[in-house]
């Protein structure tokens, strides 16, 4: 490669320096790529190389923690532990705030295969493990006013289910993936996986579950055009 403008300048000793500066200039471009997480063809490498997680299970292949693409609303959540509760509030007989150790120690885990897709256009099959939600309202006691669920994070991000779409299905709040506990990027301490629905209906960073008899709550991309619903066999956008 040749520079033109080297061949104006007539001291050796100045076209040497300015060698040397394009030379720092471009070392310090790639190490920028290298610590952005980029590779030099702008492909982002495994962000985890170093976490242990089962590829298989009961004779299904499985995606890996590092098949997921990061686009929540903030980024990622780092929690503290000692300072986070799971609160289930709004239309109960008795209000839960429950600690990290209290849901994933009280309750009864389940494990079950289940491919998440984005609208985007991706997806990854997972192994998840958590609580079924249905044994947290349960043990809240649903008043009969009671339609909906709403799913709030840390982030402020929101979204909402029915009530029976949570327990007929029986739809379980994560805390690990691919035997793995959740890393703060997939959505630690609790992501909700929610079963046929677009990714974006997948809550992660779950703080609160509010009771409510508002069947209509529209979440942060709900407001913005997105399906109330979220069934994957329906557009996500709704026609306007």
Do not use: H
Not at 57 to 79: A, C, H, M, T, W
Not at 133 to 148: M, N, V
Request: aromatic share 10%; glycine share 6%.
């Amino acid at each position: 490669m040749t520079f033109p403008f080297l061949a104006k300048s007539r001291r050796p000793a100045k076209r040497a320096l300015i060698v040397l500066a394009i030379t720092v200039l471009a070392a310090s471009a790639i190490l920028w790529l290298l610590l952005s997480g980029q590779d030099l063809a702008g492909r982002k490498p495994a962000a985890y190389p170093d976490i242990i997680e089962v590829n298989d299970y009961q004779g299904e292949n499985l995606s890996s923690i590092n098949d997921f693409r990061e686009n929540s609303i903030k980024g990622p959540q780092n929690v503290d532990l000692d300072a986070y509760r799971l609160s289930v509030t709004g239309l109960v007989r008795t209000p839960l705030r429950l600690t990290y150790d209290e849901v994933t120690r009280n309750y009864a885990g389940q494990k079950k295969i289940v491919v998440l897709n984005c609208v985007e256009g991706w997806s990854v099959k997972i192994l998840w493990e958590g609580v079924k939600i249905s044994d947290l309202l349960e043990q809240a006691g649903i008043l009969p006013e009671a339609k909906a669920a709403i799913f709030r994070a840390v982030d402020g991000y929101s979204t909402a289910f029915p009530i029976e779409y949570l327990n007929e299905r029986g739809i379980i709040l994560a805390y690990k993936m691919n035997d793995a506990v959740l890393l703060p990027e997939r959505g630690f301490p609790l992501q909700l996986v929610a079963e046929d629905k677009w990714g974006y209906k997948w809550i992660k960073w779950i703080s609160e579950i509010e009771l409510s008899a508002d069947a209509d709550y529209r979440g942060y991309w709900e407001s913005r055009g997105y399906s109330e619903s979220g069934n994957l066999n329906e557009p996500f956008l709704e026609a306007r």
